[in-house]
C-alpha cells in the first residue's frame, strides 16, 4: 500500500489509518482529513483558508474551526511519545499569515 510519510509519522492513503511509532493513532475522520492535507504538502504552509475547504467542504463554520481542528491533532501527536531509538515525531507549526505545516523537529545537537 501507498502510504504518506513524515519521520515516525504514516498514513495509508487507502483507509486513512495513522501509524505513529508502529502504534495506530486514534483520530476523527475530520483530524484524518487535515493530517492528509498536511502530509500531502511537505514543506510548504497549508492556509486555513485551505484547510478549511478541503476537511469541512460546504459545511456554514468558519475559520476556527481549523483552529480547533488543528488543536486537538497537536495534542494527539504530543501525546503519544516514541521508544527509546525510534526516528523523531513530527510536529504541527504554527506560520503567521500563512497556515501550518507538518515538521520534524531540529535535532538537539550535544
Given at each position: 500500500?501507498?502510504?504518506?510519510?513524515?519521520?515516525?509519522?504514516?498514513m495509508d492513503?487507502?483507509?486513512?489509518v495513522v501509524?505513529?511509532h508502529?502504534?495506530?493513532l486514534?483520530?476523527t475522520?475530520?483530524?484524518v482529513a487535515?493530517?492528509?492535507?498536511?502530509?500531502?504538502?511537505?514543506?510548504?504552509p497549508?492556509?486555513?483558508?485551505?484547510?478549511?475547504?478541503?476537511?469541512?467542504?460546504?459545511?456554514?463554520?468558519?475559520l476556527?474551526?481549523?483552529?480547533?481542528?488543528?488543536?486537538?491533532?497537536?495534542?494527539?501527536?504530543?501525546a503519544?511519545?516514541?521508544?527509546?531509538?525510534?526516528?523523531?515525531?513530527?510536529?504541527i507549526?504554527?506560520?503567521?499569515?500563512l497556515?501550518?505545516?507538518?515538521?520534524?523537529?531540529?535535532s538537539v545537537?550535544a
Amino acid at each position: 500500500p501507498v502510504a504518506l510519510r513524515l519521520g515516525s509519522l504514516e498514513m495509508d492513503r487507502d483507509t486513512g489509518v495513522v501509524h505513529m511509532h508502529g502504534r495506530v493513532l486514534s483520530l476523527t475522520p475530520r483530524e484524518v482529513a487535515a493530517l492528509r492535507v498536511l502530509l500531502e504538502s511537505p514543506q510548504r504552509p497549508v492556509s486555513k483558508e485551505q484547510l478549511h475547504t478541503q476537511v469541512f467542504a460546504d459545511e456554514v463554520t468558519g475559520l476556527e474551526a481549523v483552529e480547533v481542528l488543528i488543536y486537538r491533532l497537536r495534542k494527539k501527536l504530543e501525546a503519544l511519545p516514541g521508544p527509546q531509538g525510534a526516528g523523531p515525531a513530527p510536529l504541527i507549526t504554527t506560520f503567521r499569515g500563512l497556515g501550518y505545516m507538518l515538521t520534524l523537529p531540529a535535532s538537539v545537537k550535544a
